[in-house]
């Protein structure tokens, strides 16, 4: 019996949850099939929306419970990434430096005090009034040797390098030319090299250029820059904070369908309108998000920007705005849902005591 | 009309069932083709109850839990009345082709 009565949870409280108990016990059944698990789960959560004869609110819960998934997952994963890993420091990173710059004394600075690098370091209030600047992205660490150029070719110095790494457990990627493009004949102008390495929850990108300002004939400049890669611990997280916030999504939008379902023409449109509005500006940047955030769980390279970075950039307004009004649409169907509750409970009253 | 709502509503056409009464009844009906869980019979309900095909009849006190018996109301009657129509014509016609191809299935 307990296992059908925890299968009932997906059903709204009342009645409906005993009545369905009765119907899966009167067989003489107690303990549900794996089959009868998945058919109340989703039946229930269908229950939970009202409105049985009602698609719209289904395709409207998907909507919602999508967005709510997008935004719990990104702040998930933006609290899960305070507890990652840090860049190596001390000795680890000198044993990076070195590898890569042997007997040449060398740099390093780090873009980003924590875990996001914003270039404008707003206040909290000033995040909450405006979010991220557009050049936000995650922190990196760069390293490059003292004075930034090395004497020599580039080529054989990127090949050397390349080696040493993978020497030192590195799995070192391809290494592609870089340079700008001659627009007359579509050429690359090869002007330096780029080559990424991968070990220990870090990738380093190290890119020489000859181009750079500055740099003496016959050297070229040299920078590595080093990205976390988000941790087993980090996904994990963030896709738990995609799942509650669906539910969360579906749920609320069942109890604000169900409480005005019997609702008047204006407040049905005082929950639906603005709700649909916010759909209408979170979907772009959930669809954006959400494959961003597929591409950071199951892509094979690092990011330099977080899956939700759009969301707290360009789209930060938009996000803000579509919250306020999901939560209008929330007041208002509380709102409702207690005025018509009261005027039932006035009506029964009088009625009784007529009789 | 889908299948399972067909048979819930012919289920319902003679007399009131409750929840279980009427799996029992779509199940014997049918003949065990179809076997319908409990949670898409309750979601069928609360369509057609909706939808103004059933309707709440009594309820009923058994070992304490409230058993709720549903009926066929007038416009249920007549959408079931029009799915068996429907069905008896298409019945019809698919017999009607199948007579001829054996027909000329002979003179061959």
Redesign the interface.
């Known amino acids: 019996m307990r296992g059908y009565r925890a299968a009932l949870w997906a059903y709204p409280k009342g ?2 949850r ?7 016990t ?2 003489g059944r107690t303990w549900p099939t794996p ?2 698990v998945g ?2 789960f ?3 959560m ?2 939970r929306l009202g ?3 009602s698609r719209g609110v289904v395709v409207l819960a998907v909507l919602v419970a999508l967005s709510t998934a997008f935004l719990s997952a990104a702040v998930a994963s933006r609290l899960a990434w305070e507890t990652a890993p840090d860049f190596p420091v001390g000795a680890k990173l000198a044993a990076i430096q070195e590898t890569l710059f042997p007997g040449t004394p060398h740099w390093a600075a780090r873009n980003g005090d924590g875990v996001v690098d914003d270039t404008l370091r707003p206040s909290t209030g000033q995040l909450l009034l405006w979010g991220h600047d557009e050049d936000f992205g995650m922190a990196t660490l760069t390293i490059g040797p003292e004075g930034r150029a090395i004497a020599g070719d580039y080529r054989a110095w990127t090949e050397a390098a390349a080696a040493r790494l993978a020497r030192e457990g590195w799995d070192v990627g391809t290494t592609a030319p870089t340079g700008p493009t001659d627009i007359a004949s579509g050429r690359l102008l090869q002007e330096g090299t780029a080559v990424e390495a991968t070990r220990d929850g870090i990738t380093m990108t190290v890119e020489t250029s000859t181009a750079v300002v500055g740099t003496p004939p016959g050297s070229f400049d040299v920078t590595a820059t080093l990205l976390r890669l988000p941790h087993g611990h980090v996904a994990a997280l963030t896709w738990t904070g995609w799942l509650i916030g669906a539910l969360a999504g579906w749920l609320v939008t069942g109890w604000a369908s169900r409480r005005t379902e019997e609702a008047g023409p204006v407040a049905g449109f005082l929950t639906r309108g603005p709700v649909v509005i916010a759909l209408f500006l979170w979907t772009p940047l959930t669809v954006i998000g959400t494959l961003g955030l597929l591409l950071e769980t199951f892509g094979d390279s690092a990011s330099d920007k977080p899956f939700w970075s759009l969301s707290a950039t360009w789209g930060y307004g938009v996000t803000q705005l579509g919250v306020l009004l999901c939560l209008m649409s929330v007041v208002v169907a509380a709102v409702d849902g207690r005025r018509r509750g009261q005027q039932a409970a006035a009506s029964a009253g009088s009625a009784s005591s007529v009789r | 009309m889908r299948e399972p709502t067909f048979w819930i509503l012919t289920a319902l056409a003679t007399r009131p069932l409750h929840g279980y009464g009427v799996l029992q009844e779509v199940g014997r009906l049918s003949e065990g083709q179809m076997k319908l869980q409990a949670g898409t019979l309750y979601a069928a309900l609360d369509r057609l109850t909706a939808e103004g095909l059933v309707e709440p009849d009594h309820d009923e006190v058994v070992d304490g839990r409230t058993r709720r018996y549903y009926r066929l109301t007038d416009y249920g009657v007549i959408a079931l009345q029009a799915e068996t129509g429907r069905l008896e014509r298409n019945a019809r016609t698919a017999t009607r082709q199948l007579s001829v191809r054996h027909g000329r299935e002979q003179t061959a």
Request: proline share 9%; glycine share 8%; aromatic share 0%.
């Open positions: 009645p409906r005993e009545e369905l108990l009765d119907t899966l009167a067989g089959r009868e058919n109340l989703r039946h229930g269908r229950a409105r049985p004869s």
